[in-house]
């Protein structure tokens, strides 16, 4: 595989040090420029991140001594020294996308972990093993920036990380509906405890938006491209609370789920332990093994035993049993700013690398 150079928008951020640390050493890609805001810029990586290095890790030796670029107004520098940039930015969400546009713009494709790009119709929102062919919409989202080269892909929210994964393997059974109740760490509001010593000892019944984005986006990952467009899934009716809770690491879901024809418990089981995508066919360096980890135990999958599973990319899911309004109830887990956000997006530029979507 052809090395290509990369950048990362946002990289002194939680997401952005995540990013750092999945793509040193990495086989396929060389960090080549790290940017964010201005506030950042100028300062050598290992200055601007000294106070809130939030990685367990140390910073990665051959980024300390990167000089941070601002990601607006040094756009042209960076574009010209990378083949694509990483995108994980706190910016309002307008100016996020004018952002993302116009590296697009300037032939270097983006792969995002903000939301502002999530809804469009002609932007791919990939779950690696779930919908790697929705990449085709590249070509209509092409025509329509004007871009021979480039285009934004993003990944999914990481509250939908458990569920929809271990739902997908049993959509053969005709799932009508989903109820999901999300158990969410304080990294996926980019916080430590240090920084958040409110979180210690309580429940925030509330995540901004957080429920919008775990009913709306699920239904575009199991969508079909017709035409120029991905058309959202309209079988599927699904309904969440998203809670914030004392976790550092790890999203945590309690699902609910009815069928059309209603499988067996060793016939879900059996889905999941076989299931595989694309990323396992195609041995991708950040993809797991095993995807779905159904745990016997009756008090698995805990945050704190099982976020780390495969380097923090797979899933673990357990208490699968009968319900008395649904067919079936399971909980299950996934790291947040791993399989939810940076190592995501790393499992989807290595899917758009192997496939040559940095090359045409
Ligand atoms: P964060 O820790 O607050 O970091 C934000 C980053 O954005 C920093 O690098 C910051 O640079 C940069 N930034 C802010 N304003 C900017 C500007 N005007 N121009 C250029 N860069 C700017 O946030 P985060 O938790 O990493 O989240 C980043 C994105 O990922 C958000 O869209 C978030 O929704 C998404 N996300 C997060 C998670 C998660 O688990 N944390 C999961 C999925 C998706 P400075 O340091 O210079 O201010």
Redesign the pocket.
């Known amino acids: 595989m052809k090395k290509y150079n990369v950048g990362i ?8 040090q995540r990013l750092a640390t999945l793509l040193d050493n990495h086989p396929w890609f060389n960090v080549t420029v790290l940017a ?2 201005a ?2 810029a100028g300062q050598k990586y290992s200055e601007a991140v000294s106070k809130r290095w939030a990685m367990t890790t140390p910073i990665p030796t051959a980024m300390e001594n990167i000089v941070v670029l601002d ?2 107004k040094d756009i042209d520098t960076i574009t010209s020294q990378v083949d694509f940039v990483f995108c ?4 309002p969400k307008d ?1 996020t996308k004018a952002l993302e546009e116009a590296y697009a713009k300037r032939e270097c494709p983006v792969m995002s ?3 502002a790009h999530r809804l469009y119709d002609d932007v791919p929102m990939i779950i690696p093993e779930i919908n790697p062919e929705h990449a085709e919409i590249i070509h209509a989202q092409r025509k329509r920036l004007g871009t021979k080269r480039g285009f934004i892909a993003v990944k999914s ?2 509250s939908i990380q458990s569920y929809v994964p271990a739902l997908h393997p049993l959509k053969e059974f005709g799932i009508k509906r989903v109820l999901a109740c999300t158990y969410q760490a304080i ?2 509001a ?1 916080k430590t405890f240090e920084r958040w010593p409110e979180m210690v000892d309580n429940l925030i019944p509330y995540i901004g938006g957080e429920e919008q984005k775990s009913e709306i986006e699920p239904l575009k990952v199991w969508g079909t491209i017709e035409g120029d467009k991905i058309v959202s899934n309209s079988d599927i009716s699904i309904t969440t609370q998203c809670l914030r809770v004392p976790v550092s690491d790890g999203h945590t879901a309690a699902v609910f789920v009815e069928f059309e024809n209603k499988p067996t418990i060793e016939q879900i089981k059996e889905r999941w332990a076989a299931f595989a995508g694309k990323p396992q066919q195609l041995e991708l360096p950040h993809a797991p093994k095993q995807f779905l980890n159904y745990f016997e135990e009756p008090d698995r999958p805990q945050a704190k035993l099982d976020r780390d599973l495969e380097g923090g990319m797979a899933v673990s899911i357990g208490r699968l049993r009968e319900d008395t309004q649904y067919d079936y109830k399971f909980v299950c887990l996934s790291h ?2 791993l399989r ?2 940076a190592g995501g997006g790393v499992l989807m530029a290595e899917l758009l690398a192997a496939e040559g979507w940095f090359d045409r």
Do not use: P, Q
């Open positions: 928008i946002g990289a002194t951020g939680m997401v952005g964010a805001s506030r950042s990601a607006l994980a930015v706190d910016m100016e972990n903000n939301s929210n990481c990294s996926g980019g947040n700013t939810g956000a």
